[in-house]
T-cell receptor
Framework: GESVGLHLPTLSVQEGDNSIINCAYSNSASDYFIWYKQESGKGPQFIIDIRSNMDKRQGQRVTVLLNKTVKHLSLQIAATQPGDSAVYFCAETSTGTASKLTFGTGTRLQVTL | DGGITQSPKYLFRKEGQNVTLSCEQNLNHDAMYWYRQDPGQGLRLIYYSQIVNDFQKGDIAEGYSVSREKKESFPLTVTSAQKNPTAFYLC????????????FGSGTQLSVL
């Protein structure tokens, strides 16, 4: 667990600023997408999901944007806090089955004070 | 509180030894999954189960075995045939095997002595 996340792309953001984490996917048939947050040594936590019939979905302090034309997904975190520091990764599926979720490798978010 | 419990948090395996990782859920979910997480890689599916007494191989099942005798429990055995077992192992569950988000346990870090 502690070694997960080595060599990942890192985004450094100052506390209070907005963060944008990106995810590209390759399967144009993908129609369900999920963002997870993983803190060091812990299991992933669900943040937000979106289906392909939407291009934007908002949660508490988070927004997911889906651009199917360029196969791109982004997670926006408003007013980033130190507790947001973690590895974030996206997952997608085209088959409607959770067993066929494809997970990205993740981006490490570092929040500086 | 409902959730997924994995144990132990850390596990060490000797050469030629089989070890079993425990996963218990009290979410009343039908589907359960085992993933392997290596540094810099996305989660990879080892095995999954949709109902009691039934399970299917995932993408990297070789060297692993599972059982699903109870709805709540889905233990994973890492056999001696798995030559590179060092990884972070994550158990997850979902209500059913459809477009449902996965809930993850806190993981088990397996290392080879």
């Amino acid at each position: 667990g502690e070694s997960v996340g080595l060599h990942l792309p890192t985004l450094s953001v100052q506390e209070g600023d907005n963060s944008i984490i990106n995810c590209a996917y390759s399967n144009s048939a993908s129609d369900y997408f999920i963002w997870y947050k993983q803190e060091s040594g812990k299991g992933p936590q669900f943040i937000i999901d979106i289906r392909s019939n939407m291009d934007k979905r908002q949660g508490q302090r988070v927004t997911v944007l889906l651009n199917k034309t360029v196969k791109h997904l982004s997670l926006q975190i408003a007013a980033t806090q130190p507790g947001d520091s973690a590895v974030y990764f996206c997952a997608e599926t085209s088959t409607g089955t959770a067993s066929k979720l494809t997970f990205g490798t993740g981006t490490r978010l570092q929040v500086t004070l | 509180d409902g959730g997924i419990t994995q144990s132990p948090k850390y596990l060490f395996r000797k050469e030629g030894q089989n070890v079993t990782l425990s996963c218990e859920q009290n979410l009343n979910h039908d589907a359960m999954y085992w993933y392997r997480q290596d540094p810099g890689q996305g989660l990879r599916l080892i095995y999954y189960s949709q109902i009691v007494n039934d399970f299917q191989k995932g993408d990297i099942a070789e060297g692993y075995s599972v059982s699903r005798e109870k709805k709540e429990s889905f233990p994973l055995t890492v056999t001696s045939a798995q030559k590179n077992p060092t990884a972070f192992y994550l158990c997850a569950s979902s209500k059913w095997q459809g477009r449902e988000k996965l809930f993850f346990g806190s993981g088990t870090q397996l290392s080879v002595l």
